[in-house]
């Protein structure tokens, strides 16, 4: 098995600038919540018990063929930091982080497939992939879940489905979400508007880091929130025709704020630019909210192309539990904005400038 | 104004809340706002919180029955409605009922129609032969032959085995029974 520091080396599958419309969905994940027939849920079974849940999982989690060379560790053998590196890269969830000793977490080598046993229910097992790329997710994941229920007994239910520790996951146990960047939506102040419509249609928006307006670098979250009384393709294939909805809402707000209002937007970009490139100190929320002007700029050409990567690799590693991990040493708050400011200005030191001459609109010239 | 909490300092934090067409008004000074977080968008039931105003809903119903517990986890009604979920696979028999109350508000329907597991799979289509071998007896019994044609059929396409010897266009005991009289 793959260790800790190995893992960390490379970066998760869904940090790569690839797959459909990576400018404006970064990640696309699929998750499936399965339960053993004859054990309690992990919330309500005893220490001995989850730990018996633990036993009958972890060999045929560990032995699929997709977790070869995968990692795979008691949530108890990974100290506080690592548990944050992996909910900082989405392979976890924080509820995971705490749970103590009867779970467990398995990722495979590429870092697209994370099963987590014992979190609420005994296993959610995850897909995450490279832009928008729901059906891909789910077929993945689909294959992994028919490939463990031929040896594990999964609690069903003729009317119910799969059985899951909380009703809003019975059914299908599915929930597919893209995490989406929308600056435009927000800078043209939208966001709210389609998160109402969202939330009217049984799907949620959520701030990935902080909530409402208040999300951190403009990500969001959208995801289904009904998994009962529609086959998964149905699930999915709702969302993904509002997810193509907002994509195309969010190109449109861009072009319109370009158009509109080029001065705000690149004095946003220029801010950003400046901050990031020149500041000897940056909290986590000020350089989250920059690069993701920068990433703004770069899809409106207003910066050097070719940059997504290093900046959606940023936005990772700038977070507290990456960067302490690369210092290897404990930092207080203080050392780490500090620490956040050296590395930026050493990672964006070649950044050309943003363009400063607005682009003139064809057919647009001034008499 | 002087600070709801403390009754001390000036209070100039003031915080509303509507809910459900309730206005809770708090004032609070700096210190007491710090304190209690109001700068935290995401605490929204706090004026609640703040100064343990007991307000409208959470009250569990007073009747109801006992109690039940689930027999394989030891699991109860009321842990259910106070955390919302369940103890184990097998509470959902148990407390099918409360469960069926909440799923309508949560879902888009009360029955799965997704994937089903292979084990659950083969179950249910033995369960489902079993009760089309029964129609069809009490169908010829009847006599009922159309429809024991059509049973038969179904039993036979859902058993993915080989059709019976017997040739499939007429109906096996119909023929007889059918004929003209003399």
Known sequence: MMRFSTLVRQPAAWMLPEGPHADIVISTRIRLARNLADRPFPGWAKKEERIASLNDLQPGVEGLADMADGFSADLTKLDPLQKQVLVERHLISREQAAKGPGSAAVINRAQNLSIMINEEDHLRMQAILPGFDLGRAYQMLDAVDTRLEATLPFAYHNEFGYLTACPTNLGTGLRASAMMHLPGLVLSEQINQVIHSANRIGLAVRGIYGEGTEALAHLFQVSNQNTLGEPEPEIISRLEKVIRQIIQREHDARQKLLQTNPTKVRDHLGRAYGVLRHAHTIETKEALNFLSMLRLGQDLALLNPGNRLLIDHLLVEIQPAHLQLAAKRKLSPEDRDTLRAELLRLHLRHLPEPESTPPTPPGETES | ?182
């Open chain 2, 1 to 182: 104004m002087l600070c709801d909490v403390c009754q001390t300092k000036e209070a100039n934090v003031f915080f509303t809340q509507i809910v459900s067409g309730q206005v809770q008004k708090v004032n609070l000074c700096e210190e007491c706002s710090k304190q209690k977080g109001v700068t935290d968008p995401t605490g929204f039931a706090l004026a609640e919180l703040l100064l343990g105003m007991g307000t409208t809903e959470e009250k569990p119903e007073t009747k109801g029955p006992t109690g039940t517990t689930c027999p394989a986890c030891g699991f109860s009604q009321s842990e259910f409605k106070r955390i919302g979920r369940l103890g184990c696979p097998r509470c959902y028999d148990t407390f099918k009922s409360e469960v069926e109350t909440v799923l309508g508000n949560l879902h888009k329907g009360t029955r799965h129609t997704g994937k089903v597991p292979a084990h659950a799979a083969d179950a249910a289509r033995g369960n489902r032969l079993e009760s089309l071998r029964h129609q069809l007896a009490k169908a010829v019994h009847e006599e009922k032959f159309e429809e024991a044609v059509r049973l038969r059929d179904e039993i036979n396409s859902l058993s993915a085995l080989p059709a019976p010897a017997a040739p499939s266009p007429p109906p096996p005991a119909a023929p007889d029974q059918t004929a003209p009289r003399p």
